[in-house]
């Protein structure tokens, strides 16, 4: 598979080169496949659900063909998934796919360990170690320093703003040991953000050592979040009459949004095969997305804090890759998309709760609330032409192909949920009176020591540190 620029289509460069880059400094693109090679029918048309380190593998391989060899490649995907997606029914017609199975509670785990895995790989014949600097404001940190942990030939040094993130999830960055350490920097996230910048910049540096991100740019991370699309599709497939008697269901995935990676990713599944009708982006009042939908015109804005802080993105950066692929008239098409505030989310949470008894996360309620409008009567009321005010919570008012099954009672919806609601205990309690049972991983986090470093917010401090410490 040879893969391109988003910005300029006769880049044509090996997975190895679009890993290691991390994205294009010279046209400021980001590289994608140069096409979505089809899934063997041996995976899209069994009666029984292929395992999900199978979809895996056979998904990769198509990606990886001629840089990493099959048995490799296996040890990988072995190596990457010792925890599930599970795919959980709460009603006859809604589907969970939980994605917190992995160390650290949250969905960014299945692309950080098979991007770490892959850069370890690509890293091998080198003699010198590859050094990660990543800036982060919360799950990021988290996902990518436990995915390099005790990988060989890489290390890793994560920034993260002191007093300004969860304490669970300074707890989690604070915790690492070997190859991996925390700095705790006096300043904000954009301070961490530039003092990583500008040591990527640095001359003295970069000629001492090899320097990488492990933004979420890299296309090492959105590849494999395809998988679990096309595992969940087949499963409730293959289950969909026995729960529902929809004989032949239209599967809508429904994707708690903010940098747009993870719907990227369920593209990459729709075009490999998977069978998936359709997607609600779901978002919280960052809605620069349902905004373009609704009006036509992409006006990024800076990020509002919110509940569902994970998703509090103004200018998504996947925005760019969606638009390579597609005109605007075929995402809508393709796209149904909802947003809600915080008060919206609070509710949705107890509505979700009364309705079904699961306790979900704040980032996969919004999820949930877009589907369950949607299913009652907010499509029908933009199939009638009734569309709600864009300005105020609910259903973009543009119409999607497969908008006509959902009234025809045709549709069943798979949420992702992105996250443990452990993770946001006190959010959740607010919403249902009660904190959800914290994990046995995430409770061990907060009994071990603090290995943090301590940095003050000043460059010439933070490179006389890694000139010393690397
Ligand atoms: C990162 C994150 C998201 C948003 O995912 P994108 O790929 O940036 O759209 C949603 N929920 C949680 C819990 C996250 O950590």
């Known amino acids: 598979m040879k893969y391109t620029d988003t910005r300029d289509k006769n880049v044509s460069i090996s997975l190895k080169e679009a890993v290691l ?12 496949p140069v096409t979505f090679p089809s899934l063997p029918t041996s995976i899209l048309e069994r009666n029984l659900t292929p395992s999900f380190r199978d979809i895996a593998y056979e998904s990769a391989k198509l990606y990886c063909e001629g840089e990493i060899d099959d048995s490799s490649l296996q040890q990988i995907i072995a190596d990457c998934y010792p925890f599930p997606a599970k795919v959980v029914p709460i009603d006859p017609t809604t589907y969970v796919l939980e994605l917190f199975h992995g160390p650290t509670c949250a969905f960014k785990d299945f692309g950080a360990r098979f991007m770490a895995r892959i850069m370890s790989y690509f890293n091998k014949d080198e003699t010198e170690n590859l050094h990660i600097l990543v800036a982060t404001s919360g799950d990021t940190g988290s996902a990518v320093g436990s995915a390099f942990s005790g990988v060989p030939g890489i290390d890793v040094t994560i920034l993260y703003p002191t007093g300004k993130i969860s304490p669970l999830q300074e707890k989690q960055l604070s915790t690492f040991t070997g190859n991996v350490r925390a700095l705790s920097v006096k300043g904000t996230f954009d301070d961490c953000q530039k003092m990583v910048k500008t040591a990527f910049t640095d001359k003295d540096l970069r000629s001492k050592f090899r320097l990488s991100s492990a933004n979420s740019i890299n296309i090492a991370r959105l590849l494999p979040q395809s998988f679990y699309y096309t595992y969940s599709s087949l499963v409730v497939k293959n289950r969909c009459w026995a729960d529902n008697k929809i004989e032949d269901p239209s599967i809508i995935m429904v994707v708690p949004s903010g940098n747009f990676g993870n719907i990227t990713s369920g593209l990459i599944a729709k075009e490999m095969g998977a069978p998936i009708k359709g997607f609600i982006a779901a978002t919280n009042a960052n809605k620069t997305v349902p905004d373009w939908l609704a009006s036509g015109e992409y006006k990024p804005r800076p990020s509002i804090s919110t509940y569902s802080n994970a998703m509090d993105v103004g200018d998504p950066s996947n925005y760019e890759r969606i638009k390579s692929f597609y005109t605007l008239d075929s995402i809508r098409k393709l796209f149904a998309s909802y947003w809600t505030d915080d008060e919206g989310t609070l509710q949705a949470i107890r509505n979700c709760h009364r309705r079904t008894g699961y306790i979900i996360d704040p980032h996969g309620a919004i999820g949930w609330q877009a589907w369950d409008d949607m299913r009652n009567g907010e499509m029908q009321n933009l199939i009638n032409g009734i569309p709600g005010d864009p300005s105020k919570p609910g259903l973009t008012p543009s119409l999607t192909s497969w908008a006509n099954d959902v009234p025809e009672g045709k549709t069943v919806g798979i949420l992702l949920e992105t996250a443990h609601p452990a993770k946001f205990g006190a959010i959740v309690k607010n919403a249902i009176g009660r904190e959800p049972t914290i ?13 943090s470093i301590p940095i003050t917010n000043d460059y010439n401090l933070f490179k006389e540190w890694l000139m010393e410490n690397l």
């Open 21 to 32: 880059g991390g994205m294009n400094k010279k046209t400021g693109g980001l590289y994608i």
């Open 439 to 451: 994990p046995e991983r995430l409770g061990k986090v907060l009994s071990l020591p603090d290995n």
